[in-house]
């Protein structure tokens, strides 16, 4: 069996396979906005840029191992400078990309090193308890963030030679930012930095050891992972074109989390499947029940835990996993058979993320005494 | 009414609102030493117990009578619900486990509003109206009351914690369950009993507050925060800490609040965050928590 | 292999998300809005035949706010029951109701699905000042009307750039100035504490009765604010008592309404008039409290109080009793809200009676050129007005007491516009 899957897996085959998967996605996410109405090329938006806000949080939950409940304040920051820049100085919508992003990794910086004192438990609602302060201050500060009231910006506008639609022209470029946002994600996480959180999440005495700077990356990887949340967060004001402090109450924190856990953590695709869900459940959940969205909700997202406790990524591989093993035994009595079909492969582990030394959704575990 | 009456009047406002936020950190120091998880449908638990008790009251029963029974409901209903919803997914990450909790709040909440509807209920107060004046400060019976009920059960809880053998074996539990198992502790009914205590506790802090906060479904959603920051700054592991953090909170937001204009009302809720750090950055296991300790 | 399983796993996490997109929903709907001939040649006929109107509606289901979602409740069950007396103008009406969550981002999907998907000829009512200040923008350069939202901030009324969009309920200034003129009447060197909610809701009205007082005896001698988030506000009604103020205006929202009612009359030693403003008047959030409580307590009003014995024998009220209890059997009829459903509903069918043409443009033009309608479930006294630069329709409240228990108006209606001229733009 696997003689012939390793001749058959050769070199040109497996890159004119790659080539195809790509080409195939480029296709598919390039085409979506054309093929789709509107209204749900809106909602794909959304959910490429929330995929931005977990695929931070996942640097720091997922790979760093420490929990934050405070990442609707980094989303707020940036959606609050851009908000505020588009409104006071007019500066232009990509003006306010690089200043919302090194903002967020200054402020990720600032709040990374007493976060480095707690731990677990005590870290998350610390930054749980920023989360609950933020509403409140952006109010007081009414004179720049336009109070309780918030501020009404620009939206995206195509320019006219794309010849598109504003909703067409703001996905692409959202789903540009949001490309390159999971390219370096991905790359961080195959770089030194990512490779020493790994080695902290699992054990930080013996990567002590071995000469993993502890407090250097620890921050880091929240400065990394505020940025991120400042991104998606200044192109959500990009989208919305309106931002008030009750938008980002400790509620959207907590939606985040959930969303990563339910997309699954440490895997590079988690973010996109739990923004899906953040995204598209809520409207689920009202189509069942009119009455009370939030009963289906609530037993939706506790169904979802059950079914993938590892989160949706990691229920794919699961399934697969699965399925490979079945067919690989039916194969296997049938004798003789067709080789090379896909789920001869020998069964890949269950995630197929690069970082392939931790199965899906790794416990960050919580401080235990 | 001389300055100092007023500040001792808002101390005593500040001890009521900590006491209130003291009952429900007392539930989530429960679950905590039990189970090892911080339970975010701990509140909505205590919200739905008094939605019983309440309704008890409105079919005709007596108080003394119903809250016996609404505690026991909580009791078996906190068994219930991790026999139902939390066991599924015991051996999973602990942040699933978590993230169930958030999905149980959701589910709760929604669910109170649709047996109950969103109309403010009135429920009926245990203790006696008016209050004391001492030396120009009132101090309502109520407050009275609930301070005392609150140092009961966290007397009950300290006694369960350190001096029965519930308490070790908990500990055991929360600890490695795995080993615990090993040595021949019955895990999945220690964690059910753990449930259970903590909605009995959630339930006598429903009851306790209702009265003040008036009874609707978002009733207990502010105060959990509230009873986060409680048990984060006096440690997740004690019930004094709980009830020390509980009043710490109260006291200072409330006197912040009203004496420290640069704060004013609206951002008083910003003191306990700097306190929590203040004391984070010193004793990162709160006030009274225990020292992790490491092994590597 | 691992670039090839990644690039996969994520092919494959693309295709779940657009099939989900697709399965949420058909695709298609190319924008062919239907254009009506005749007199009212060009104008947008979406949502609207001559047998049906579609419209829908933005209310928090879920979440925080959701004690005021059962409003559409009180909509959907006066739209039922003028379905099954005919309709409106022979036309059924088919109202869809979605849940925003009181977030913006989602007010927003959800009014761009109406509007795209459903094509609903008229957004009536979103809920809540974010969730419609996130949404009007979208709406008037789509120009779909926006009628009577449920908000009564003032900046709906005092825009220029927006003419699909109406208020409806007296705007929190209006109202603040009813309070000002009881006030400048009765106390007029009182002294007022404030206790608001720390949102456009508190901040409008404490800056509307600031404005309305401006220049008489009357002074704001302290004020103390609360988040919805906030367990309680009896920190801050101790704090109020410290100023000794004469009149207490109560700035709330149900819940926060009841506790501050109780804990002034808790407080023996400071005994303000307490003036509780409209949203937290009904007699639901005064029943917990006790009435017993809750004597002298003055409020402002503009719709008939379903839990208000006065109203029992009323016509328009038995028949919303009937309603309700026939299309919304789980609803309390005796809950304010759903009368105020009920109110904004039968608003929007003198509306659309008055539209000239069967169009979107007729509607907004119906909606900007009311005069002195008299709609059954308002108070006597109380109509809707509007004019091309005027979106408040209503701006006339009326003063009541609590007595015994029940409110008893007093005085006449108040006209706000009269006595004070129209708001600042």
């Known amino acids: ?369 | 009414m001389s300055a100092v009456t007023e500040l001792l009047q808002q101390v005593v406002e500040g001890v009521g609102s900590g006491a209130v936020y003291a009952s429900l950190a007392l539930a989530l120091v429960l679950i905590h030493r039990f189970t090892g998880i911080v339970n975010f449908a701990q509140g909505e638990l205590a919200m739905i117990s008094t939605y019983v008790a309440w309704q008890l009251v409105a079919s005709g029963m007596s108080f003394w009578l119903a809250l016996p029974v609404t505690l026991a409901v909580s009791f078996a209903g906190g068994m219930l619900i991790e026999r139902i919803v939390i066991r599924p997914v015991q051996n999973a990450p602990e942040l699933t486990m978590v993230i169930v909790t958030v999905g149980l709040f959701i589910f709760v909440n929604a669910m109170a509003g649709l047996i109950w509807s969103f109309t403010v209920k009135d429920f009926p107060q245990p203790f006696p109206d008016g209050g004391i004046d001492l030396a120009g400060v009132r101090v309502d019976w109520s407050t009275f009351g609930i301070i005392a009920v609150v140092a009961v059960v966290m007397g009950l809880l300290y006694v369960l914690f350190q001096h029965t053998s519930i308490g070790l074996v908990m500990r055991a539990v929360a600890c490695n369950p795995a080993s615990a198992r090993l040595s021949g502790i019955r895990v999945g009914r220690v964690l059910m009993l753990g449930w259970g205590l903590a909605a009995t506790v959630g339930a006598v802090s429903g009851v306790l507050v209702a009265p003040v906060l008036f009874l609707e479904p978002n009733m207990m959603g502010g105060v959990l925060i509230y009873a986060f920051a409680a048990a984060t700054l006096g440690g997740f592991d004690s019930p004094v800490g709980a009830v020390v953090g509980g009043l710490c909170v109260g006291v200072a937001e409330t006197l912040a609040g009203a004496y420290v204009d640069v704060i004013g009302a609206d951002l008083k809720v910003g003191v306990p965050l700097v306190i929590i750090l203040a004391v984070l950055l010193v004793r990162p296991q709160g006030l009274f928590g225990r020292a992790a300790v490491e092994r590597a | 292999m691992r670039k090839t399983t990644t690039l996969r796993a994520a092919a494959a996490a693309s295709a779940a998300l657009l099939l989900a997109t697709a399965c949420n929903s058909q695709r298609g709907q190319d924008d062919k809005d239907a254009a009506a001939d005749g007199a009212c040649q060009g104008q947008q006929t979406t949502g609207i035949t001559d047998r049906t109107i579609k419209l829908g509606g933005i209310y928090p289901l879920s979440g925080p706010a959701s004690a005021y979602g059962t409003i559409s409740k009180g909509v959907s069950a006066y739209f039922k029951h003028v379905n099954d007396k005919g309709g409106i103008d022979g036309r059924t009406v088919v109202f869809t109701v979605r849940d925003d969550g009181y977030q913006p981002p989602k007010a927003v999907e959800e009014a761009r699905r109406l509007v795209e998907q459903e094509k609903v000829f008229a957004v009536f009512q979103t809920l809540g000042t974010p969730s419609t200040a996130a949404v009007w923008d979208y709406l008037d350069k789509r120009k779909v009307p926006q009628p009577f939202v449920a908000t009564g901030a003032s900046v709906w009324g005092t825009d220029d750039n927006h003419p699909w969009t109406t208020g409806w309920q007296p705007n929190y200034i209006a109202e603040a100035r009813v309070y000002a003129k009881y006030l400048k009447e009765e106390k007029p060197k009182a002294k007022v504490a404030v206790l608001h909610q720390n949102d456009d809701f508190g901040k409008d009205l404490l800056g509307g009765f600031k404005a309305a007082v401006a220049g008489s005896g009357i002074k704001v001698v302290a004020e103390e604010s609360y988040e919805v988030t906030d367990p309680s506000v009896s920190a801050q009604m101790t704090s109020l008592a410290r100023s000794r103020a004469d009149v207490l205006l109560n700035i709330t929202t149900p819940k926060f309404g009841s506790q501050a009612l109780a804990a002034d009359a808790k407080n023996t030693r400071w005994n303000p008039l307490h003036i509780v403003n409209n949203v937290s008047s009904s007699a639901t959030v005064l029943k917990p409290v006790g009435f017993k409580n809750v004597q002298g307590v003055v409020s402002a009003t503009y719709f008939k109080d379903p839990a208000d014995p006065q109203w029992a024998d009323d016509a328009e009220m038995k028949t919303y009793r009937d309603a309700l209890r026939k299309y919304a059997p789980d609803s309390d009829p005796a809950n304010q809200f759903n009368a105020y459903g009920w109110a904004a509903a039968s608003s929007l069918h003198k509306a659309l009676d008055a539209m000239k043409c069967p169009t979107r443009e007729g509607l907004r033009d119906a909606v900007r050129n009311l005069k002195d309608v008299e709609v059954d479930m308002l108070l006597p006294g109380v109509t809707l007005s509007t004019g091309p630069a005027d979106a408040f329709p209503i701006e006339t409240m009326q003063l009541m007491r609590f007595e015994g228990e029940r409110w008893q108006l007093f005085g006449k209606p108040v006209d706000t516009r009269k006595e004070f001229g129209p708001l600042a733009k």
């Open chain 1, 1 to 369: 069996m696997s003689t012939i899957t390793a001749t058959l897996d050769t070199d040109r085959a497996r890159r004119l396979r790659l080539a195809l998967t790509a080409l195939l996605a480029a296709v598919v996410t390039v085409g979506a906005p054309f093929y789709f109405a509107p209204f749900q090329v809106f909602q794909l938006t959304m959910v490429l840029l929330y995929a931005v806000a977990l695929a931070g949080l996942n640097l720091l939950v997922g790979f760093g191992g420490q929990i934050s409940l405070g990442h609707g304040a980094f989303f707020a920051a940036g959606a609050y400078t851009a908000a505020v820049m588009l409104d006071r100085y007019d500066t232009g919508h990509l003006a306010t990309l690089p200043v919302a992003a090194v903002g967020c990794f200054l402020l990720g910086l600032g709040f990374g090193v007493p976060a480095l004192r707690l731990r677990g438990l005590y870290l998350a609602l610390v930054t749980l308890s920023f989360a609950v302060f933020l509403p409140p201050l952006l109010k007081r500060l009414e004179p720049v963030t336009g109070g309780s009231m918030g501020l009404t910006v620009d939206k995206l506008q195509p320019p006219a030679w794309s010849g598109l639609a504003e909703d067409q022209w703001t996905y692409f470029v959202v789903l540009a930012v949001t490309a390159v946002a999971l390219l370096l994600a991905r790359n961080l996480l195959r770089s030194r930095v990512g490779r020493a959180l790994l080695a902290v999440r699992d054990n930080e005495s013996a990567a002590e050891v071995m000469g993993v700077r502890l407090s250097l990356h620890k921050t880091l990887a929240f400065a990394w992972s505020a940025l991120f949340a400042g991104v998606s967060g200044c192109v959500y004001t990009w989208v919305i074109g309106f931002v008030s402090p009750d938008s980002f109450s400790f509620v959207l924190s907590i939606t985040l989390l959930a969303g990563l856990v339910v997309g699954g953590l440490a895997s590079l695709y988690g973010p996109l499947l739990g923004a899906a869900f953040v995204m598209y459940v809520p409207s689920v959940a009202q189509d069942i029940s009119e009455a009370a969205p939030g009963v289906v909700f609530g037993l939706l997202i506790i169904a979802v835990m059950f079914v993938a406790p590892t989160g949706l990524a990691g229920l794919a591989g699961r399934v697969r996993g699965a399925a490979v093993s079945r067919l690989t035994r039916t194969t296997s009595a049938a004798g003789d058979r067709t080789p090379g079909s896909e789920p001869s492969a020998p069964p890949t582990p269950a995630d197929p993320a690069p970082v392939d030394a931790e199965p899906v959704g790794a416990p960050p575990r919580t401080e235990k005494e």
